[in-house]
Each structure stands twice: as structure tokens, then as C-alpha cells.
């Protein structure tokens, strides 16, 4: 396979939401390409018409009965955000 | 073997001894406790397999267990009283949860996990939280934000990983019974490089409520302890149907204990030969052809197996796992818990902060790498493709199971490798998985124990069963356990 390029890494990091300095998405680039190319041995195996497993019990989606339940307490659940403004979570603007 | 348990070796007694000798009332739970916290508060400056210790629940719970063991109140357990950690990506009410991140850190979670309420239920004691490598994503604990466990076998050693807390607690005698979770051997490889037994049962056995998520598909919680019966027991406490996993599979289950005695004379066991790896530890691998030596004296058929897909089972795992460690770590965004930012300007800003002075380097690489392979483009090349190859796996197992009990292969291709040995090398650092992996891919349950020593290291058994056969793998590990000398053996601590 072709290495990655910076543009890839960069890229990835943006769908991912991390921030990478220069010397990390370098090292990145380096070390996902090496990883990357040990994979595609994957290609020669055969797996015309095979179906792709998910998760491996024959789980599927079920309906629970709606029954109400006590929810966590506020505060116990709030204490937890690193902004809060009383019974809220405070965020950045969205939009600029 | 450097020690042996005596009887004034409290610390290195078996969960079922410490429970006979409440039942006699020579101690009680709450000295039981207090000796570990003791013992604890001594070794901890060179092992740190705590993240979080919990003296004063734990005095309580122990408390209300020695109660319930006299006899008031309901039936006692074979956990009641017994001091036992959870590794700390088990959700765990009001004391802190950080899965060794410092994206978790001061995360108190308002809720306990499934496994961490059904061990309440049971009476045991709870001593603290297991350190482990960031978000259950290595095979050292060196990634743990919280600075790497040390084997005790040897301190400068690694005690394996993930679960290298509980692994090293366990060997240790800083607890009874370990708790942990599995994702690619994150049980069985630090259970072997501290010479413990472990197991990941089948997936959906135990509820995955709570448990903070690193790879959907192929987690699941086990337990560590230092007797194969220990961990027949403690499996009957944590299993259960639960709703609130919708991957948890019908209850009741068996008594996974119950073949403990059964023997293994006629079993069928298989010894697939792609797991002795080019790479494996000449010291392994004869430890190996002598536990098949001693299987075959035990009266069972031992033959060999090709289980020709196992060569691409690494790829296929480190595909999958990243790609949904991914979607699962998009939850820590700085928002709702644990680290947040400040001085950012947009929503989008804070996160990417967050996260990158949140996470350590691995988790990044293998959230980078679970979003490439899900990325427009390569979605198909790599997840898919990954998911259809898993489907063969499961099926080369299902074909061997026609055949066979069970198999074996050794656990790890080596003993437990120096601090610091493979950490420039990612690739070279997920090869220690190589004999682990298939198993969570396909979702059957498998036990690593006691396999014998090799530089004056242990060295790891494992036994893997067709799914639901988890008491298959229980009865071939007992009868193994009692014809060698293994688990009996100590580390100098």
C-alpha cells in the first residue's frame, strides 16, 4: 500500500476531533502505515459471498416494556461536567 | 516456584480456604480486610496495581458480611466477606472511574456497572480499583495514566495487560479475586505473566452494563483468581441475563463449577498448530509439550488441528477493535464529564483539546486507526472485509468443535517481557495477543492458568471451549490444576 500522507493524518485527525502537533502526526503517519500495511495480507482471503458478523451471539433488536424508573440524581449526574451553570452544562458557542 | 502457601499465608489462600475459615469463625471478614489493606498499604509502593483504594467501604461492606455470615439476613455466597478489586473500567457508584485515563480523571460515576452491583448483592468486599492500560488498550498497563503495575514476579517486568492490576494484585496476594474485562486477551495474558488462572467466558454471559466500552463486540468481563474453582465460583456470582445489555444472552445459566471433579479422561482436545508461532519462547513451548504430556497421562486425546485463518486473526482484530473503540470514545468530547477546556473558542476547539491532552498516545493511534478504516473509502477494504473474515473465523472454530472439546495452545508467546522493552514498537507490542485474540473474535470462552515456568517466570495455559462451553474449559483447566504443581507457586512478595 502507499503510505499515508500528512493530508490523510490530518484529515483523520479531524474526523477523530484530536488535535495533533506536527511531530505527533509524523510519528501518526509512521506508525499507521506500518500498521496499515501489515493488514493487507486481509485482501487474499476469499470472502465472495460471505456475510460479515457484527457481534457474535444471536442478539436482535428487542422491546423492553415502558415501565418507569427513578432517573439518576441531577447532581450526581452534573457534578461530573468540567462547565456547569446550575442545572445546566455549559458549552462553547456552536456556532461562531 | 520460589514460595508455596502455607497456612500462615492468609494472603495466598484460595477465595473457597479464606470462606472455610470464616465458616469455622477462625477470622472474620473484617480481619480478613484489614490484613489486606495492611498488606496493600506495604506492596503498593512497588506494584501499583491500585488506582483507587476503598478502605473504609470496604470495612463496611466487610462489616456486613461478617453479619450475614453468622447467619443473619440472607444466605452468604461463596464471595460473602471475600476482599476483592475491580479493574477501574467497572462503573462504579460514587468512587471514581477513570478506565487510567486523564481524560476520567475526578469522574464519579452516578451509577454502579452490573457486575459491580451483582458482587455487592453477593456480599463481597470490594477493596478499591485495578489500575490497567488506558481504556483496556494494551498488553503491558504501561499505557495507564496513572504510571505502569510492576509484576511481582519480577518488578521490572510488565504484569501484562490490560488487566495488569488485577493480575498483579491477585499473584500478589493484595486480594482474592480479581475482576477484569477481555477484549483480545486483556484477562488470560496478564492472568498468564503473573502466573494466576483467568478467563473470558462466553460473550453475553456477563453484563457489559457499566463497564466502560472499549470494543463492543468482543468485551467481556472475567474473572482473575489463584484457583480454578475460585473462578467457577466467581463466574456464578457476576453471570446473568441482564436487559440492559442487549447483547446478554438468556439466563439461567449451568453451575459453572459443576464439572470441577469430572476429570478429562476421553476428552478430545485439539492443539491447533498455527499458535506456536514462529516467535514463541523455546522456554514456552517446551513448558507446552509437557502440559500436553500431562493432559495425555490424564487420560485424554490429545491431537493436533490446523486452524489456517488463525494468521490473519491480528488483522482482523485490530481492525475491529480500533474501529469501535472509535465510536465509543466519541463520548469523551470535555462536555458531559471528565477533563474539560478552557480558553477555546468553539464547541469543535474544546473537544480537540480535550481530547488531545486527554488521551494518551495509544488510545489516539487506535482511535485514528478505527476512524481510517471506517472513513469513506476504505470502510469496505478494511471494516467490512474485516467482519467477513470474522464470520470464516468463527466458523474454522465451529468445524473444530465438531471434532474436538476442546482446545489448547499455550496463552502467550512469552513470559513477562522488561517495562519499557516494546513500547517504541506498536506492531511488536500487539503480537503478544497473537494466541488470545481469536477467541474474543469468535466469542467463545477460553481460561488461561498455571502452565508451568520458564526464567523463573510462569507461563500461561489456555484452554478454549465452543461457545457456551465454558464449563468444558472449567473441567479440563481443574484436572490440569491438580496434577501439577503450577498454581501452587508464589512470587517473592
Not at chain 1, 451471539?57 to 415502558?66: G, V
Not at chain 2, 499465608?9 to 490484613?35: G, P, W, Y
Not at chain 2, 470495612?59 to 476482599?83: C, F, H, I, M, Y
Not at chain 2, 483468581?225 to 446473568?240: E, G, H, Q, W
Request: hydrophobic share 35%.
Amino acid at each position: 500500500m502507499d503510505p499515508l500522507t500528512p493530508e490523510d493524518v490530518s484529515h483523520i485527525a479531524q474526523l477523530a476531533y484530536i488535535k495533533l502537533s506536527d511531530s505527533e502526526s509524523e510519528k501518526m503517519r509512521i506508525q499507521l502505515t506500518n500498521i496499515l500495511s501489515q493488514f493487507q495480507a486481509l485482501a487474499s482471503v476469499d470472502t465472495e459471498g460471505v456475510e460479515p458478523t457484527g457481534h457474535t451471539t444471536d442478539a436482535h433488536t428487542i422491546m423492553r416494556t415502558d415501565e418507569p424508573h427513578p432517573p439518576l440524581e441531577r447532581d450526581d449526574v452534573l457534578q461530573n461536567a468540567p462547565d456547569r451553570d446550575g442545572e445546566f452544562v455549559r458549552v462553547r458557542p456552536v456556532l461562531e | 516456584m520460589t514460595t508455596r502457601s502455607t497456612n500462615s499465608e492468609l494472603h495466598f489462600a484460595t477465595a473457597r480456604e479464606l470462606r472455610t475459615r470464616f465458616d469455622n469463625r477462625e477470622l472474620s471478614s473484617v480481619e480478613a480486610t484489614r490484613l489486606m489493606l495492611e498488606r496493600i498499604e506495604s506492596l503498593e509502593p512497588n506494584l501499583n496495581s491500585f488506582i483507587t483504594l476503598t478502605p473504609e467501604r470496604a470495612l463496611k461492606q466487610a462489616e456486613q458480611a461478617d453479619q450475614r455470615l453468622r447467619g443473619s439476613g440472607q444466605e452468604p455466597t461463596p464471595l460473602t466477606g471475600v476482599p476483592v478489586m475491580v479493574k477501574d473500567n467497572f462503573s462504579t457508584e460514587g468512587v471514581e472511574t477513570t478506565a487510567a485515563s486523564k481524560i476520567l480523571k475526578g469522574y464519579i460515576p452516578p451509577y454502579d456497572g452490573t457486575a459491580v452491583q451483582l458482587l455487592k448483592e453477593a456480599g463481597a468486599v470490594i477493596l478499591g480499583k485495578g489500575n490497567l492500560d488506558e481504556f483496556a488498550m494494551g498488553s503491558s498497563n504501561e499505557t495507564s495514566a496513572f504510571g505502569p503495575v510492576r509484576n511481582p514476579w519480577d518488578t521490572d517486568r510488565v504484569p501484562g495487560g490490560s488487566s495488569g492490576g488485577p493480575g498483579a494484585a491477585v499473584a500478589a496476594g493484595e486480594c482474592f479475586v480479581g475482576f477484569g474485562s477481555d477484549t483480545g486477551g486483556s484477562i488470560r495474558q496478564p492472568a498468564a505473566l503473573c502466573g494466576v488462572v483467568g478467563m473470558k467466558p462466553t460473550y453475553g454471559l456477563v453484563s457489559r452494563y457499566g463497564l466502560l466500552a472499549f470494543g463492543s463486540s468482543l468485551d467481556q468481563i472475567g474473572p482473575m483468581t489463584r484457583s480454578v474453582a475460585d473462578c467457577a465460583d466467581a463466574l456464578n456470582v457476576i453471570s446473568n441475563h441482564d436487559h440492559r445489555d442487549s447483547t446478554s444472552v438468556p439466563a439461567p445459566f449451568a453451575d459453572f463449577g459443576r464439572d470441577l471433579e469430572s476429570g478429562i479422561s476421553g476428552m478430545n482436545i485439539g492443539v491447533p498448530r498455527e499458535y506456536l508461532v514462529d516467535g514463541i519462547e523455546p522456554g514456552v513451548r517446551s513448558a507446552f509439550e509437557a502440559s500436553l504430556k500431562t493432559l495425555e497421562d490424564l487420560g485424554a486425546n490429545v491431537s493436533e488441528i490446523s486452524l489456517p485463518l488463525t494468521d490473519h486473526a491480528l488483522a482482523v482484530y485490530y481492525i475491529i477493535a480500533p474501529s469501535e473503540a472509535s465510536a465509543n470514545l466519541s463520548r469523551y468530547d470535555g462536555v458531559k464529564y471528565g477533563l474539560g477546556s478552557t480558553g477555546s473558542k468553539t464547541s469543535a476547539e474544546a473537544t480537540e483539546s480535550a481530547r488531545a491532552e486527554g488521551f494518551g498516545e495509544e488510545v489516539k493511534r487506535r482511535i485514528l486507526l478505527g476512524t481510517y478504516a471506517l472513513s469513506a473509502g476504505y470502510h469496505d477494504a478494511y471494516y467490512k472485509k474485516a467482519q467477513k473474515v470474522r464470520t470464516l473465523i468463527r466458523r474454522e472454530f465451529t468445524d473444530a468443535f465438531l471434532k474436538f472439546d476442546a482446545l489448547v495452545t499455550p496463552t502467550t508467546p512469552g513470559v513477562a517481557f522488561k517495562i519499557g522493552e516494546k513500547t517504541d514498537d506498536p506492531f511488536k507490542m500487539y503480537m503478544n495477543d497473537i494466541c488470545t485474540i481469536p477467541v474474543n473474535i469468535a466469542g467463545l470462552p477460553s481460561i488461561s492458568i498455571p502452565g508451568g515456568m520458564s526464567k523463573s517466570l510462569p507461563v500461561g495455559l489456555q484452554f478454549i471451549g465452543p461457545q457456551f462451553g465454558d464449563t468444558v474449559v472449567i473441567q479440563a483447566a481443574a484436572a490440569y490444576e491438580r496434577a501439577t504443581p503450577w498454581h501452587r507457586g508464589h512470587p517473592p512478595v
